[in-house]
């Protein structure tokens, strides 16, 4: 067992080192440390040496686990094998104890070549999506050798008549080809709020023995959705469900805390993608192929027009192999602006560093009392509970919208260099 860990963000790099932060591991998204300048470049990823110490740092104190968003596991289309090369070269570096996926895919192929979509959609929820996936979880199971996980999506939108449900899918990977589940708390909240699935019927399905490692975080509402923006404390039903969850699993070994996304040097983003989909219509019943179904969902998400279309009948969607229009459900609106904001990942300024370092801490201390019935370690809570918090790096700014949203943290007072 680890215990709890931090989802690594910029804005807390020392407070990981010199122990402010009661953290037992931390989990890093390599895709958001490394630049893809694409197949065929000589040194196609190249990653900050920067970085890289840094990492040397926490791996000589704390295991370090990886959690991708890139390997596109579920796309109809081949694995990128190059992406895979450089996921095994850093499983070599950091030795994490496993490393963990989403049940999802975000990239389609387009006249042959693959067009990588910047976000992870959900599957079709069928025993194609288990036959397609699982070899490869198998595949990447022995490259890596070291457990995979795959973690549980987020679906905007009830899908009817669909074969299996995602906790019979997951299962279905864990009993027939040796994977194992990632279980977000959050995604899982974010379903039932949207009204997309009941937790209790999903926590009911066996299979929780495969569950190594949980995700908990926190989202906000925007025009009648909640999103999994990671941009705050969990809300109560979180907590709630961990507790749940937590007795339930004999196998869990980690609870990590995803952070809220913040901007890194440059302005560049250096945080969790944000992860959406929209799902309207029925099973597909094979009347189109998986590379078709993706290509008219992901086109959907990303073109609210079309998405409109498809809503009001006047264009395929991806349950149809041609003719009349997906039939959303009552209240759903898969063209509406706040579903395509959110499957763009949002802007990257949505959540100021300085609120969301102090709700984290009280975040992890909660975790640690919940689950281990304690908040860490002495030194730990010492060093949380003097240090002043750090300036962000210089130039930074919050926006307005940022400004508004922390002065409605009840955690929340503003510091002396608050702009």
């Known amino acids: 067992m680890l215990g709890v860990g931090l989802l690594y963000q910029p804005a807390w790099r020392d407070l990981v080192l010199d122990g402010a932060l009661p953290v037992d591991y931390l989990e890093v998204i390599p895709d958001t440390l490394w630049r893809d300048r694409g197949a065929g470049e000589p040194t196609r990823f190249v990653s900050e040496p920067e970085d890289r110490r840094y990492l040397e740092r926490v791996r000589a104190r704390m295991p370090v686990l990886l959690h991708g968003i890139g390997l596109s596991i579920g796309s109809a289309g081949p694995l990128d094998e190059g992406y895979v090369d450089e996921l095994a070269a850093w499983v070599e570096w950091l030795d994490p104890p496993w490393l963990s996926e989403h049940l999802a895919y975000c990239a389609v192929e387009e006249e042959g070549a693959p067009v990588s979509l910047g976000l992870t959609l959900p599957l079709a929820l069928e025993e194609e999506t288990v ?71 999903y926590l009911a399905e066996p299979g929780s023995s ?45 609870v990590t805390f995803e952070s809220a ?28 192929s998986a590379a078709s179904y993706q290509r008219v969902q992901a086109r959907m998400v990303l073109e609210p027009a079309f998405a409109r279309r498809v809503a009001a009948g006047e264009e395929p969607g991806p349950a149809h192999g041609g003719g009349g229009g997906a039939a959303a459900g009552p209240g759903h609106r898969p063209g509406d602006r706040a579903v395509h904001d959110a499957a763009r990942g949002l802007a990257a300024d949505q959540v100021c560093s300085p609120c969301c370092r102090r709700c984290s801490r009280s975040a992890i201390r909660t975790t640690w009392r919940r689950w281990c019935g304690s908040s860490g370690t002495s030194t730990a809570r010492a060093g949380c509970a003097s240090r002043a918090r750090p300036r962000p790096s210089r130039g930074w700014s919050p926006s307005g919208r940022a400004k508004a949203r922390c002065a409605r943290s009840p955690c929340w007072r503003p510091p002396r260099w608050w702009p």
């Open 131 to 201: 036959d397609r996936v699982g070899p490869r979880v198998r595949a990447l199971r022995q490259r890596f050798g070291r457990p995979f996980l795959l973690e549980n999506n987020v679906y905007y939108f009830a899908t009817p008549a669909e074969p299996l449900t995602e906790p019979q899918v997951l299962n279905a990977l864990s009993a027939r080809w040796g994977g194992g589940v990632l279980l977000d708390l959050h995604n899982l909240w974010v379903n039932v709020r949207n009204g997309a699935m009941s937790a209790a019927s």
């Open 261 to 288: 996304r913040v901007v890194g040097r440059g302005g560049r983003r250096r945080g969790h993608r944000g992860r959406a989909g929209t799902r309207a219509g029925s099973a597909r019943g094979g009347a189109m």
């Open 210 to 254: 495969a569950v190594r490692e949980v995700h908990v975080a926190g989202g906000m509402e925007l025009d009648g959705f909640y999103l999994d923006a990671h941009s705050g404390a969990p809300p109560e039903e979180v907590w709630a469900l961990l507790d749940q969850v937590v007795a339930a699993c004999p196998n869990l070994g980690g």
